[in-house]
């Protein structure tokens, strides 16, 4: 048949073959591969010859802006397709018209990813019209697509037509956010909604409280993304009422909500209720360490956290000592940011018994926590105690008030972090400091990392002699090192 023509065969490997790519008949990824209009004219007449295709993935190409329709007045050619990618295309209004049009040749179609799209902004209604009763889309993702409040009703009057849908990202739309009480009003026609992102929607109040009478109907949901939207703080007191009930919940991202001292009091009482949570992000809400109410305290009967993120929460000694007796009872903990917390610089050891028992940690932040040389000399022994053997993040950035005599404590220790990957220890950008008697005890650990590709030493002075060894040490340039 024409299906199997080798003719056809040999056209898309050559057509692959040209942009740098395997050639693959079930999934076509063309993601930032500088495609010109032409060749989406040609990928157009590559697809009768591709009827097993299941994916198209054409993201970051912005001249597949406006060319389009040539492409899908031939979809009827792979009606197996479901998964379509379309992400930072420069897509006009002719193209989501087009993609409409195309909705009904392509019935097996599950993700749509269309993020990153300016222009679809106010035009949503072009694409949403042409959505059929039985549509069986499980992933629509809209990140940064300029959507208006229009666009977010049109959004709401489609969700009773896709009631398989499990994904809706709808991030980084500022202006959605005052039609967020109409789209949550129809998400009980999606119960078994798994992810949903609202982060940087213009939220406010209202919103929230319109989100949360949505959650008793989403019983399914893994991850809420709440996360930058700054006029919501305040609204958390009057609307966690079905938060709690989120039993399946694994993800909730809270950061930089402007969480109040009165939020902090609800919150305080369910989040500890979601039994199933995993990740847990509070950072950048400076009323989390400064409340009275014993949140970080309560986390204790979250057995299951993996990632908790409180960078810059303004905790204070005591908020960090209830952390800290938490911390001994999440076994689980991969994933830990205190950055920017001042108090953590000489409390470190507050944290002694939980990083001894939290065998699986990989990722610890202390950027800007004003640690001093004490701190850094109880890493290195709990290192050499046998203690955070799979650390692969370490974050010490921006703690200027270490002595040298610290540094080299820890640079003496180091190569015990058999499994560290990146490693940041830069100084802040107002700073600059020559780099001491720790180097060659740097370099000499570097040396005995097999696994490192991230180095950040920042702002520290290095010598020509220094300079030379550490590009030396880097000559394969396997390893992202960053110095000035």
Not at 179 to 193: E, F, R, T, Y
Not at 255 to 280: A, K
Not at 434 to 461: H, I, N, Y
Request: hydrophobic residues 40%; aromatic residues 4%; contains cysteine.
């Amino acid at each position: 048949s024409e299906a199997e023509s080798p003719s056809g065969e040999q056209r898309f490997n050559q057509f692959m073959q040209k942009l740098g790519k395997k050639a693959n008949i079930k999934n076509l990824d063309l993601n930032n591969c500088a495609l010109s209009a032409a060749d989406v004219t040609e990928l157009a007449s590559l697809l009768p010859f591709l009827p097993e295709l299941e994916e198209i993935d054409l993201s970051w190409n912005g001249y597949v802006g406006g060319t389009l329709k040539a492409l899908t007045v031939h979809l009827h050619h792979v009606n197996l397709l479901k998964v379509l990618r379309l992400n930072n295309c420069r897509l006009t209004a002719e193209d989501v018209t087009s993609l409409g049009e195309a909705f009904e040749i392509v019935p097996q179609l599950e993700e749509l990813d269309l993020s990153w799209n300016s222009n679809i902004g106010g035009k949503l209604s072009l694409l949403t019209k042409k959505f059929k009763k039985g549509c069986k889309i499980k992933l629509l993702k809209i990140t940064d697509c300029n959507l208006t409040a229009k666009d977010g009703e049109s959004l709401a009057e489609i969700l009773d037509v896709i009631p398989n849908l499990e994904v809706l990202d709808l991030s980084i739309n500022k202006h959605i956010g005052c039609s967020m009480k109409v789209i949550a009003q129809d998400l009980k026609n999606v119960p078994g909604l798994k992810e949903l992102n609202v982060h940087m929607c213009g939220l406010k109040q209202d919103s929230l409280q319109g989100l949360d009478s949505a959650l008793q109907h989403l019983a399914e949901l893994r991850k809420l993304d709440v996360s930058c939207n700054k006029e919501v703080g305040g609204g958390f007191k009057d609307s966690t009422a079905h938060l709690a009930s989120l039993k399946n919940l694994e993800v909730l991202d809270l950061h930089q909500c402007c969480v109040t001292e009165e939020d902090m009091t609800v919150l305080s009482q369910v989040i500890p209720l979601l039994s199933s949570l995993q990740e847990l992000n509070l950072s950048s809400n400076k009323n989390v360490g400064v409340s009275s109410d014993p949140l970080l305290g309560r986390l204790r009967f979250l057995p299951k956290l993996k990632s908790v993120a409180i960078s810059n929460c303004g905790l204070r000694k005591e908020s960090f000592s209830s952390l800290a007796e938490a911390a001994l009872h999440l076994p689980e903990l991969e994933i830990l940011d205190l950055s920017w917390n001042k108090c953590v610089g000489g409390n470190l050891k507050l944290l002694l018994g939980a990083l001894k028992l939290a065998t699986e940690i990989q990722v610890l932040r202390l950027s800007s926590c004003n640690l001093v040389a004490e701190d850094l000399a109880l890493l290195t022994l709990l290192t050499r105690d046998g203690h955070l053997a799979r650390l692969r993040k370490l974050d010490l950035s921006y703690n200027d008030n270490i002595s040298d005599e610290g540094w080299v404590i820890f640079c003496q220790g180091l190569a015990v972090f058999k499994e560290l990957s990146e490693l940041d220890v830069s100084l802040r950008p107002s700073s600059c400091r020559d780099c001491g008697m720790w180097f060659s005890e740097l370099l000499a650990a570097l040396t005995k990392l097999p696994v490192l590709a991230e180095l950040g030493m920042q702002r520290w002075v290095l010598s020509e002699s220094q300079r030379k060894r550490l590009e030396s040490f880097n000559q394969d340039n396997k390893r992202n090192i960053r110095f000035d």
